[in-house]
């Protein structure tokens, strides 16, 4: 871990506390959160975790940016791994069709894989939530085996559906609601992913683990999917 602060604004400071993506800045990540929230108590207005930095915005009519880099550095002192048990485990059903999911062909293509093993790899590994961002609720997860990384769609789909199951380079992710987006679709989740009702709205959050869990179309619908299929683009 090599931490540096980044000026982002006035008011917010950027921590990098690595340089690479990777399932093992976890921990650290975490402990630093942890650090930094009781280090910087009221005087916080938000924190945003991404893969490798995490975002300070605090109270410029209470903190001045040096009295803040202070904090940082103190949150830091000693920091070690969160010894605590790890997030929260989700297990989303995912039903993985070419309705749904036009670039499972691709990916398999691609792969060199059938479509069948593209589902099987992508089903059968645990992915760490490193970030929540783009729309309320959409986690950013990693990591998927290299062979199924595939670059985001050249061309972006003006509306993809929610629940819509995607893998962009070695990421992978599913639309909490109906937006624009480029990822590549391998299959949609019945799972309320995004709930103003829920506390911290989100189902998961960052150092959440997930799996994906492959369903049939029936049990898709059962399980209150909408199995409409995805709209071709003009």
């Known amino acids: 871990m090599n931490p540096r602060i980044e000026v982002v604004a006035l008011d917010c400071l950027m921590l990098r506390l690595f340089d690479e993506i990777a399932e093992a800045n976890m921990p650290w990540m975490l402990a630093a959160s942890e650090r930094l929230r009781a280090a910087f108590g009221e005087q916080l207005i938000d924190l945003v975790p991404s893969y490798t930095t995490l975002m300070v915005h605090y109270d410029l009519t209470s903190l001045s940016p040096s009295q803040a880099r202070e904090l940082i550095a103190e949150a830091l002192s000693d920091l070690s791994p969160n010894a605590r048990t790890a997030g929260q485990c989700h297990v989303l059903p995912v039903w993985y069709d070419l309705s749904v999911g036009p670039e499972l062909s691709l990916l398999a293509e691609r792969s060199g894989l059938?479509?069948?093993?593209?589902?099987?790899r992508h089903s059968a590994r645990e992915y760490q939530v490193f970030a929540l961002g783009f729309a309320p609720g959409f986690a950013f997860m990693g990591l998927v085996e290299e062979i199924l990384a595939a670059p985001r769609l050249s061309t972006p789909r003006k509306k993809v559906a929610a629940g819509s199951v995607g893998i962009a380079e070695r990421q992978t992710a599913a639309y909490p609601v109906v937006s624009p987006g480029g990822?590549?679709?391998?299959?949609?989740?019945p799972a309320k992913l995004f709930d103003r009702n829920r506390d911290g709205y989100s189902l998961m959050q960052?150092?959440?683990t997930v799996r994906f869990e492959a369903v049939s179309r029936a049990e898709f619908v059962n399980l209150g999917g909408d199995d409409t299929p995805l709209e071709v683009q003009a």
């Open 183 to 189: 990822w590549n679709l391998i299959g949609r989740t």
């Open 206 to 208: 960052p150092g959440d």
């Open 114 to 120: 059938a479509v069948a093993e593209v589902i099987r």
